[in-house]
C-alpha cells in the first residue's frame, strides 16, 4: 500500500476508489476519513467557503472569473489543509486500531513513510494521540471513541471562525490569513489547541467538554465562535461573493449537509473506478465528427445553458471526443451502444428533447444522498438488479419509465442499509436484466464502468 488517493469528497459526495481499497477495512476506513472531511466542510465557515469557492471554479466558464476564484480558493484552502486532513487520518486510524490492528500498523507505516500527510499536513503532531494509554474506566473502543470525537470538535472549532465582517473578495481578507492567524487561519488555532493538550497531563483529552473545549481556545487566546449557521452564511456568501461575482446563488453551487445518522453517512456514498481515465479531443465540424466516431461508441449526453454537450467515449482508444453538434442526436444515438446521462441533467434532457426516451439510456445517479434517493422514488422504479464488480463492490441499477436504467457504483457492505432503509419495497430482480440489455451491452457498460481484478 502506498500514500495516494484512496477516496475524495467534493460537490456530489464522498467517493471511493473501487481499485484502491481492496478489502473491507479498506473501504471502512476511506469511508471513514473522507465523511470526516464532509463533516469538518459542513460544520463550519471556512469548511462552507473553502467549498464553495471550490464549486464555483468547477462549475462556472468565465476564465477571468475562474482565474479570481482560483486564487482565493487556493489561499483559503492552505488556511485549513492541516486540519482537514491530519484530523481525517487521525480518525481513520483510531477506527482501524480498534477493528484490525494489522491493517491499522500497515496504514500507519504508509503515513510514516510518505512526506505528504506527516509534513505538510502536519499529521506527526497528531501522533502523540495514537499513544496515550487509556484509562482502566474506559474500554477500548469508548476510548478511542472519546479521542476522535473530542479531536473532530476542536478541528471545527477552530475552522469555524468569523467570516461575517469580512469581505473575501476586497484583497483584506488573505491578509488576514498570516497577519491575524489567532482569528483567521484555521491551520495556527488547532495546532496552537493541540500543542496544549501535548504539553499537559494526557488525561485532558478524556476529559473534554463543549465549554472545555471553549475553555481552551481561549486560554490560548483565541477567538470562539457560535456554532456554524447555515442561513447566516447563504446571506453573507451571496451578498460578499455571488453578487459581487455576478454569478448564481450559493444554492445553485452547494448543498447544506446537516447533521445526519451514521446510517445516513454511510448510505450516501458511492465509489468511482480511478482506472478509466480518458484523454480528451474536441470536435468543432460536423465532418470531425463524422470522421471520429465509431459504431461501437458510447455517447454522453448533457443540457448546459441552451446547448447540448456530447461526450463520444471510444473505449479501444482510451479517448473521449468532446463536441456540441447537434448531428449527435439526430444522426448517431440510434447507432452508438450505449447512451448515458448524469442525474443532474436528466429531467433538463428529457424536458428539451422528449425523443430521448425512445433510447436505451443509462442514468449515473452520482451519489446516494437525499436527493438522490427523492429523485429515484420520483422515476417510479419498482426493482433493482446488483452487479458484483469485485470483493468489495458492486453496481446497483434501478429500472425506470421508458427504456432508462438508473445505476450508482456503491460499496456491497452498505447496500443491505440502503435497501432496507429506502427501498425495502422494490423487489430484488433479474429477469428484467437480461431482457433490457443484451450481453453485448453490458459489454460495453462494464468496459466503460466497471475496472478489470
Same mark, same amino acid.
Given at each position: 500500500?502506498?500514500? +495516494?488517493?484512496?477516496?475524495?469528497?467534493?460537490?456530489?459526495? &464522498?467517493?471511493?476508489?473501487?481499485?484502491?481499497?481492496?478489502?473491507?477495512?479498506?473501504?471502512?476506513?476511506?469511508?471513514?476519513?473522507? =465523511?470526516?472531511?464532509?463533516?469538518?466542510?459542513?460544520?463550519?465557515?471556512?469548511?462552507?467557503? /473553502?467549498? *464553495? =469557492?471550490?464549486?464555483?471554479?468547477?462549475?462556472?466558464?468565465?476564465?477571468?472569473?475562474?482565474?479570481?476564484?482560483?486564487?482565493?480558493?487556493?489561499?483559503?484552502?492552505?488556511?485549513?489543509?492541516?486540519?482537514?486532513? @491530519?484530523?481525517?487520518?487521525?480518525?481513520?486510524?483510531?477506527?482501524?486500531?480498534?477493528?484490525?490492528?494489522?491493517?491499522?500498523?500497515?496504514? =500507519?507505516?504508509?503515513?510514516?513513510?510518505?512526506?505528504?500527510?506527516?509534513?505538510?499536513? +502536519?499529521?506527526?503532531?497528531?501522533?502523540?494521540? *495514537?499513544?496515550?494509554?487509556?484509562?482502566?474506566?474506559?474500554?477500548?473502543?469508548?476510548?478511542?471513541?472519546?479521542?476522535?470525537?473530542?479531536?473532530?470538535?476542536?478541528?471545527?472549532?477552530?475552522?469555524?471562525?468569523?467570516?461575517?465582517?469580512?469581505?473575501?473578495? /476586497?484583497?483584506?481578507?488573505?491578509?488576514? =490569513? /498570516? @497577519?491575524?492567524?489567532?482569528?483567521?487561519?484555521?491551520?495556527?488555532?488547532?495546532?496552537?489547541?493541540?500543542?496544549?493538550?501535548?504539553?499537559?497531563?494526557?488525561?485532558?483529552?478524556?476529559? *473534554?467538554?463543549?465549554?472545555?473545549? /471553549?475553555?481552551?481556545?481561549?486560554?490560548?487566546? *483565541?477567538? &470562539?465562535?457560535?456554532?456554524?449557521?447555515?442561513?447566516?452564511?447563504? &446571506?453573507?456568501a451571496n451578498n460578499m461573493i455571488c453578487k459581487s461575482l455576478g454569478i448564481k446563488d450559493v444554492n445553485e453551487y452547494i448543498n447544506f449537509v446537516e447533521q445526519i445518522s451514521v446510517e445516513e453517512q454511510l448510505c450516501s456514498i458511492s465509489a468511482y473506478n480511478s482506472s478509466n481515465v480518458f484523454k480528451t479531443k474536441i470536435l468543432n465540424s460536423e465532418e470531425e465528427i463524422k470522421s471520429s466516431w465509431t459504431p461501437d461508441d458510447i455517447m454522453y449526453i448533457q443540457f448546459e445553458n441552451s446547448y447540448y454537450r456530447y461526450i463520444l467515449v471510444n473505449l479501444d482508444n482510451k479517448t473521449q471526443l468532446l463536441f456540441f453538434n447537434k448531428f449527435a442526436l439526430s444522426n448517431l444515438a440510434k447507432e452508438v451502444k450505449l447512451l448515458f446521462m448524469d442525474r443532474n441533467h436528466y429531467d433538463l434532457n428529457i424536458l428539451k428533447c422528449p425523443k430521448l426516451t425512445q433510447f436505451d439510456t443509462f442514468v449515473d445517479i452520482g451519489n446516494m444522498d437525499s436527493y438522490a434517493r427523492d429523485f429515484i422514488k420520483k422515476e417510479n422504479v419498482v426493482d433493482y438488479y446488483i452487479k458484483k464488480v469485485n470483493t468489495n463492490f458492486g453496481i446497483i441499477f434501478f429500472r425506470g419509465d421508458f427504456n432508462t436504467v438508473f445505476f450508482l457504483m456503491y460499496p456491497l457492505a452498505n447496500i443491505g442499509i440502503l435497501i432496507s432503509k429506502d427501498f425495502s419495497d422494490l423487489i430484488l430482480q433479474a429477469s428484467w436484466w437480461q431482457d433490457f440489455i443484451p450481453e453485448e451491452k453490458m459489454e460495453y457498460f462494464c468496459k466503460f464502468i466497471v475496472a478489470k481484478e
Open positions: 500500500m502506498s500514500e +495516494g488517493e484512496f477516496g475524495k469528497f467534493n460537490f456530489s459526495g &464522498v467517493h471511493i476508489d473501487i481499485n484502491r481499497n481492496r478489502t473491507e477495512c479498506d473501504v471502512i476506513a476511506t469511508s471513514l476519513h473522507e =465523511l470526516t472531511h464532509q463533516i469538518l466542510a459542513s460544520s463550519s465557515s471556512i469548511g462552507m467557503l /473553502d467549498f *464553495l =469557492l471550490m464549486n464555483i471554479y468547477e462549475v462556472e466558464k468565465d476564465i477571468k472569473l475562474r482565474d479570481k476564484i482560483k486564487q482565493l480558493y487556493e489561499r483559503v484552502s492552505k488556511s485549513s489543509i492541516k486540519v482537514q486532513e @491530519s484530523t481525517a487520518v487521525l480518525i481513520e486510524l483510531l477506527m482501524l486500531k480498534s477493528i484490525d490492528e494489522k491493517t491499522y500498523f500497515s496504514t =500507519l507505516q504508509m503515513y510514516d513513510a510518505g512526506q505528504i500527510y506527516m509534513k505538510e499536513y +502536519g499529521f506527526e503532531k497528531l501522533k502523540f494521540l *495514537l499513544r496515550i494509554v487509556k484509562p482502566e474506566s474506559q474500554d477500548s473502543e469508548t476510548f478511542r471513541l472519546n479521542i476522535a470525537n473530542n479531536i473532530r470538535n476542536i478541528a471545527i472549532k477552530s475552522m469555524n471562525i468569523d467570516l461575517y465582517e469580512t469581505n473575501p473578495l /476586497d484583497g483584506k481578507y488573505m491578509k488576514c =490569513l /498570516d @497577519s491575524n492567524i489567532d482569528k483567521y487561519n484555521a491551520n495556527y488555532r488547532f495546532k496552537k489547541v493541540i500543542q496544549y493538550i501535548e504539553s499537559n497531563p494526557q488525561n485532558i483529552i478524556f476529559e *473534554l467538554t463543549d465549554k472545555k473545549i /471553549d475553555d481552551l481556545f481561549y486560554i490560548n487566546k *483565541l477567538p &470562539v465562535c457560535s456554532n456554524f449557521d447555515w442561513n447566516k452564511f447563504i &446571506v453573507w
